[in-house]
């Protein structure tokens, strides 16, 4: 709640009669209205720009001459665990590139620790520097087709709804039980009917998204071709424009964003992991991309600030105005939107703004609950009368499988990798101390020919997912792992030769990002040194077992068929 | 709240697996995102669209056959009360025009009755077909030259606050109380900084606009030029293009209105007269002259619907696609916008769907508490070695008056009127009952060569305003207005020659409004009788105490010059 005091001196100051908290002077301020460009200063009192278009004097000025000043960016949707940082180094990692508000989803720690997960991400919100929004956790677990470690129905959203970081429901990715109309999914609807529903419909069109839609739902990050896009525009979708680590659809669906659809289309990068930031950069890279493809210019940056804003009720930002909050991406170059300085809240970004944050204890340190594996554990008999197997077909960048079959040797250990076929053992082991189980299947397209890779990101129940030529390799990544409480291992003869420790619920590390992103490096490394022929290796086991996405996954309860939606036999 | 049953019957029919309970079958649906048109069958369950762009089958079903559908208008901007009708007939003669929703500001009533005043409408707003939204009125009383019936204070507005029809602050037109920070003024500015603030800016440009900016507002329906809207929406004002009975915008405006403004642009009609709406349209003549005079038609269209919902925070409506309310502009022509049928919130509208309404018991019926006068009362005595005395300088169509001056001939009754010269008497009689206040002035422009014209609608105070010829056919329209509660009167030698009882807050008529209609037009045939050259003179009365408007206007206080911002001695 603002102060008389503070809103006497916004007003006063933005008449001239006093002087402005921070004055950016002589910047070329984007008009994302009209396009225009107008060199002026930019009057800052509290957390608000409170003068634009007019000559001020401030206590603090910056030199914007030369420069240009756009709304900061607002990325729609995201899942801040697939940093696979902390919200805190998140905040430190991403804010910089002009990104001052985002709307995550906490989906994956939610998914192993239900509530106080959320919890975590609020506490953690009401800290960064960067505005954290949270859309609150609509599907926990994902299907019933696993064993995540929380679930969560809305009598447990309820109490975080009026919490002043939440925006509304997150991503409403059953749709099957949206248009079968369940009860559990529709008692959340029903409770958001006069808030936000994210949505999550992949290929949905015709009379399905009709009926999606009917249930109030208003936004997608999921469409990936143009027609798809097209088509919910056109029923009235907003369409958020997702460019991530795994999942890329800018190239497919920049052609949708134009003058006339640019207040219904916004951005976002659902997962995206700080190797990309730091080669990439975050949504400055899809702005930088979507203007390079001839999308017009102050369209793009109104989908990244002002549509992205109204889409999502956010009313007091996404235009450098007075009276909106300041926050501001100041730019060398419009076309090529390299971000030189960020105001955030007025605030002007730099190192020692970070150090002001007080930390968040972390949480689900000992989510890891899974017992040492013994090599054994992944032998896997043959099915009588069974001479070919179903194997997990993966081709890189893609978190779509396919269905592949295998003809594989079977000695007392059970059935043989096929190194010839590139075919090798993949497992996905139960993490929450519910029940143990361990689903075994074979995959295809690693090129593994020795070690072993374990993760304990497994989309979205986050069960320890393990791919292996050895099954010595794969139990020693795997007791590392769980001797880490959690995060990525890879082991070659016997070794553990690179790891990365996620000890908050098995998802994200405490340690700043700079060390993440270089561990990162060294873990893609060491899994080259296994022949791995994956450009992200740990992003593709980390999507193994996730059985919403066609066409063949493995869970803990087994190897699953999407295309049937059921267990295979 | 919506039941979990409709949710679901939303949801199945919206599949095509359950009938819906309306289709309209192959009309011609105008996407206002990108403009294009398509021929096909929306779908509606309850107050809802469920379904478009599909064929589908319903328990009622209406032939769009040739016809096209745009979303409902949003009128985003006015005093029902200047209909001069209760909210009932409001409803009943603005909806067929496709107007499915109004913001309101019951300003006018507050002035007379305060929070009763905003109760009525709230509670009208209960019952009416189209979905009346009320601004809690921000100025009450306009201005402290005047003598008004209430006075309004935050205290007063916050139990409104919450009400569903409620949705922000309305107009804040004491924009120098916003620059200087008046305490009251600021109390209100607080309260809704998490909400909406209706700005009210005429001519505030430059420092002193984002000074006003700086408080939170961020709409305006006061532009009066283009270069002013552009400065406004530059520094990220929405401009609401208004064209009333009184105060018309849109020539000057509708070259603003493109592909580039459209989300930001919405329109309005604050102040419109039954004559009008039944002449020429509501909404519809906006939409069909804004077209006309080359605005992109699905801009335009978009304008007057989806911008309009999201500038003002209703997320429900303004597309039309499954999941939004069903609220539906059928027309002949998207040119030349004909409305030939309107669907609201679901209801086809029809004669008989206005009969389900419930009535609510009229208000202010004593508020006339004026005595009953003597022609005495309107004599002007010169001031001391006065030679000449200022005049109201009227002109046709303009609210804004002049300073003009003439020599007056004095008897023993006072300064006589000058016929020659066409100045006559005025005279604002307080008439709430506090202090019996008259101010006495001369006005030129009129015409009159006999008779009197009475109002009771004075904005914004609404006390008594009269014109006339004669003292004593003052006395006899003013009491005669006195008897009726309110109204309009004329009187002509010594006759009633025809009257308007507005006896509900001396505003509105309890009678249908096609009555109400056809009294004006023999009032203003009366006033033709009188030799009166206006040709709105009620109108043209009930703006001379608006001591806001310049140059020089006269209140129960006297006469006061706006451009001092002082009495006039």
Known sequence: MISTEVLTRMIMAGQGKEPAD???????????????????DIAIVGDRIVGTHETYEGK??????????????IDTHLHIESSLVTPHEFDRCVLPYGVTTVLCDPHEIANVLGSEGIQYFLDSAEQTIMDVRINLSSCVPATPFETAGAQLEIEDLLPFRSHHKVVGLAEMMNFPGVLNADPGIMAKLIAYQDGHIDGHAPL?????????????????????SAAE??????????????????SKDLEALAEILDENTSSFVALCTDDRNPLDIAEEGHLDSSIRRLIARGCPLHHVYRAASHSAARIFGLKDRGILGSGYRADIAILDSLEDCRVSD?????????????????????????????????????????????????????????ILTFREEAALASTDFGLQPDFEEDVIK?????RHGK???????????????????????????????????TDADMALAVNRLIELGGGFVVANEGQITAELALPI??????????????????????????????????????????????????????LFDVDKFDFVD
Do not use: W
């Open 60 to 73: 603090v000025t910056i030199d914007g001459t030369g420069r240009f000043a756009v709304p900061g960016f």
């Open 435 to 469: 029940n143990g189980n361990i689903g075994r299947s074979f995959v295809k397209g690693f090129g593994l020919k020795r070690g072993a890779i374990a993760s304990s990101v497994g989309h979205d129940s986050h069960n320890i997912t393990v791919v292996g030529a």
């Open 342 to 398: 960020v105001i955030s809240a007025g605030r002007l970004v730099t190192p020692e703004l970070f150090d002001t944050r007080n930390p968040v204890a972390p949480v689900g340190l000992t989510s890891v609950k899974a017992k040492p594996i013994a090599a054994d554990a992944f032998i896997t008999e043959p099915k009588p009368g069974q001479n070919r197997v179903p194997v997990i077909g993966v081709k890189p960048g893609l």
């Open 204 to 224: 949905l069109l015709g009379l399905g998204l009709n009926g999606y839609l009917a249930a109030g739902i208003r936004t997608d990050h999921e469409a990936t």
């Open 505 to 558: 619920a098995g998802l994200m590390s405490p340690k700043p990002f700079e060390e993440v992103a270089h561990d990162l490096h060294i873990l893609r490394e060491a899994a080259k040194v296994l022949d791995c022929v994956l450009p992200e290796p740990f992003l593709q086991v980390a999507f193994l077992a996730l059985p919403v996405i066609p066409h063949l996954k493995l869970t803990d309860r087994g």
């Open 229 to 246: 896009a097209r088509e919910k525009l056109r029923k009235g979708m907003a369409i958020l424009i997702r460019e991530g680590s795994v």
């Open 22 to 40: 921070l004055v950016i002077k002589n910047i070329g301020l984007l008009d994302i209205i009209t396009g225009q460009v107008t060199v002026t």
């Open 426 to 430: 993949v497992a996905v082991i139960e």
